[in-house]
């Protein structure tokens, strides 16, 4: 297994939970496997599918994330292809000839056109394992529902005998559960990495008006000088007027929106991932496909209507684990917009709840990143220090005792209450509910007399994103209480929360002004060279050239950092640096060797 990672990815050893995934997969045996964006999901199927006899059936949703996987995979001397109505039957009928040949380690094919292929050409290989990427889309509780996926169960009827691996960035435990049960996987091991993506700064700025937010945008892309980026808008228009905004700058910009065709869709997808321009302006239609390495940073210049699509859209950044910053720009019109957008949906329940906790974070004065982790049902124990809150932190006091009186009220209801019950049982209100369920009998009902409802809100609130309690939104939102609640409940641990300053908040919102952290610093030591960095990323970008293919595939921004940092000049030290594998060794070498010796020389 490490041979095969050296030789063909150029690691020497695994990320975490990376060689059980893959130890699983080559006992037959089923797997679900969460990674965030960047985490190293594709290693989980890739290096099985080297290892196994017969082809590996990838089925991915998008045409663009199969075309890059593909040419990534190439470019390590990977024998790969796809299968989608992107090629023309020539390329099809040749992919076929190869799979049945047995040439091709690793097939990519969409969720439609596997079902076509099902009962011909999949009969007619020999198939080492199906890996189901993007596997949150066959969820109904999933960001990106897509009905094609949830007929991905015929998979297991049809092979019984082969493993499947079904692995997504995102999903939360109910999405977890359906996708293990639409896929029919037998006994399926789930593998959750932690979610924590250290190196993506967290910031928010609220109540922004389009002048200020295009000051900032400048401001922020300044301090991005010449590094790639991405910018997620609500609309269409906007994208449209955003991007006109940075041209009239002398920014090199794209659109990117279901609106255009096809081409155009295309045109900028690839002037983008080949860096012609260095920003896309785009709906939630980009990225997905997107497995560009250098995307030094992501703006949402609206709202996003869940925490689901906001992590892994921000999950496009940073994706090398270098430095990435992230901004969220939060208005009260969005909020509205998306509201109404939530409520005339067929599934109005689950993305008005969702929408509610994209607003929570939005809002929040406590660590961004506990609350991102607390979602996706990972605790921490310490604040980032990388997030706007962090760096400018908001006066907190010790709220064990109000915590404790809320748990204590969700136990007695045998959990069997939302946050509006609640607030009221704590309150001591006699509702007509409370009175039926006899709730004004219990030891905590009006225990928190003292304390306006509101208050005790944004109590509650904070206790959730603490990861004090979960709300089971297949039962009702009930709320259930974590063993961390538990933990402060019974006195083992201390809350601390943040002391509510209304009319400090609205007064500090309405005369604000824009203010740009400064750029963190690139997580490599200061003996880099910047000339030759430089240096080494034009050769890059020629190399890439000639190929046809993005300059990110030759080589990563965080391989052309360890090159100018450590210089080496033998071919065999060259093959030592962390993700150059032998082939590319052998490709790439003699051209970066004669680079690095010139600048040694001179």
């Known amino acids: 297994m490490i041979q095969t990672l050296k030789s063909y990815f150029g690691y020497e050893s695994f990320r975490p939970l990376q060689k059980e995934i893959i130890e699983r997969v080559l006992q037959k045996k089923d797997c679900l496997v969460l990674m965030p964006t960047g985490g190293?999901?594709?290693?989980?199927?890739?290096?099985?599918?080297?290892?196994?006899?017969?082809?590996?059936?990838?089925?991915?949703?998008?045409?663009?994330?199969?075309?890059?996987?593909?040419?990534a995979l190439k470019a390590n001397g990977i024998e790969a292809g796809a299968l989608n109505s992107a090629n023309d039957e020539t390329e099809?009928?040749?992919?076929?000839?190869?799979?049945?040949?047995?040439?091709?380690?690793?097939?990519y094919i969409s969720p439609e056109r596997l079902l076509l292929e099902i009962d011909y050409l999949l009969k007619d290989i020999q198939i080492s394992l199906f890996a189901v990427d993007e596997a949150h889309c066959i969820s109904q509780w999933g960001h990106d529902f897509r009905p094609e996926y949830t007929q991905m169960g015929v998979l297991h009827q049809n092979f019984p005998q082969v493993p499947i691996i079904a692995l997504t960035a995102t999903a939360d435990k109910i999405t977890r559960e359906d996708i293990i049960r639409q896929l029919h996987l037998n006994e399926p091991q789930t593998f959750i990495s932690s979610?924590?993506?250290?190196?993506?700064?967290?910031?928010?700025?609220?109540?922004?008006?389009?002048?200020?937010?295009?000051?900032?945008?400048?401001?922020?892309?300044?301090?991005?000088?010449?590094?790639?980026?991405?910018?997620?808008?609500?609309?269409?228009?906007?994208?449209?007027s955003v991007a006109q905004m940075l041209q009239k700058h002398g920014i090199r910009c794209g659109v990117y929106h279901a609106g255009l065709s096809p081409q155009q869709r295309d045109a900028t997808q690839s002037d983008f991932i080949n860096d012609r321009i260095q920003v896309v302006c785009a709906t939630i239609a980009f990225g997905m496909g997107i497995d560009k390495s250098n995307v030094r940073w992501v703006i949402h210049y609206n709202l996003p209507k869940s925490i689901e699509s906001f992590y892994q859209e921000i999950g496009r950044a940073g994706r090398d684990g270098m430095t990435a910053d992230t901004l969220l720009f939060?208005?009260?019109?969005?909020?509205?917009?998306?509201?109404?957008?939530?409520?005339?949906?067929?599934?109005?329940?689950?993305?008005?709840?969702?929408?509610?906790?994209?607003?929570?974070?939005?809002?929040?004065?406590i660590c961004r990143r506990r609350i991102l982790l607390n979602y996706f049902s990972e605790t921490s124990d310490k604040d980032c220090g990388n997030c706007d809150v962090c760096k400018n932190p908001p006066q907190r006091f010790d709220g064990t005792v109000i915590v404790q009186k809320a748990l204590s009220a969700i136990v007695r209801t045998n959990q069997q209450i939302g946050v509006s019950m609640l607030v009221d049982i704590l309150r001591g209100t006699f509702s007509a509910e409370i009175v039926e369920k006899e709730f004004d009998k219990l030891k905590t009902f009006g225990a928190g007399r003292d304390i306006p409802a509101r208050d005790w809100q944004d109590y509650i609130l904070q206790m959730l994103q603490l990861g004090y309690f979960?709300?089971?939104?297949?039962?009702?939102?009930?709320?259930?209480?974590?063993?961390?609640?538990?933990?402060?409940?019974?006195?083992?641990?201390?809350?601390?929360?943040?002391?509510?300053?209304?009319?400090?908040?609205?007064?500090?919102?309405?005369?604000?002004?824009?203010?740009?952290?400064?750029?963190?610093?690139?997580?490599?030591?200061?003996?880099?060279?910047?000339?030759?960095?430089?240096?080494?990323r034009t050769l890059r970008k020629d190399l890439a050239s000639q190929e046809a293919i993005p300059a990110y595939i030759v080589l990563t921004d965080k391989v052309l950092h360890l090159l100018s940092i450590s210089r080496p000049t033998t071919i065999e030290a060259f093959?030592?640096?962390?993700?150059?594998?032998?082939?590319?060794?052998?490709?790439?070498?003699?051209?970066?060797?004669?680079?690095?010796?010139?600048?040694?020389?001179?």
């Not at 200020?212 to 300044?222: M, N, P, Q, R």
């Not at 259930?480 to 641990?493: A, D, M, P, Q, Y």
């Open 195 to 240: 979610f924590d993506r250290p190196n993506l700064s967290l910031a928010v700025k609220r109540g922004y008006q389009q002048k200020e937010k295009h000051k900032t945008i400048l401001d922020f892309i300044a301090n991005h000088h010449g590094e790639s980026g991405i910018i997620y808008c609500m609309s269409r228009n906007k994208t449209e």
């Open 330 to 365: 939060y208005s009260l019109a969005d909020l509205i917009l998306l509201t109404k957008f939530a409520v005339e949906s067929k599934q109005q329940s689950i993305n008005v709840e969702k929408l509610q906790r994209m607003q929570q974070y939005a809002e929040s004065d």
């Open 92 to 107: 099809n009928a040749e992919v076929r000839r190869a799979c049945v040949a047995g040439r091709l380690k690793l097939l």
């Open 470 to 536: 979960e709300i089971a939104y297949n039962e009702k939102n009930h709320l259930r209480i974590t063993e961390s609640g538990s933990n402060v409940l019974f006195g083992r641990t201390s809350a601390p929360l943040v002391t509510i300053v209304r009319i400090e908040k609205a007064t500090k919102q309405k005369g604000k002004k824009p203010v740009i952290e400064k750029e963190l610093p690139m997580a490599m030591p200061a003996t880099e060279n910047e000339s030759l960095f430089e240096a080494l």
């Open 575 to 602: 093959g030592n640096i962390s993700g150059i594998g032998e082939y590319k060794k052998q490709k790439y070498g003699k051209d970066f060797i004669q680079v690095i010796k010139q600048f040694v020389d001179e």
């Open 40 to 71: 190293g999901k594709s290693i989980c199927y890739q290096l099985p599918a080297l290892l196994c006899n017969g082809t590996a059936v990838v089925v991915s949703p998008l045409i663009s994330l199969m075309k890059d996987q593909v040419e």
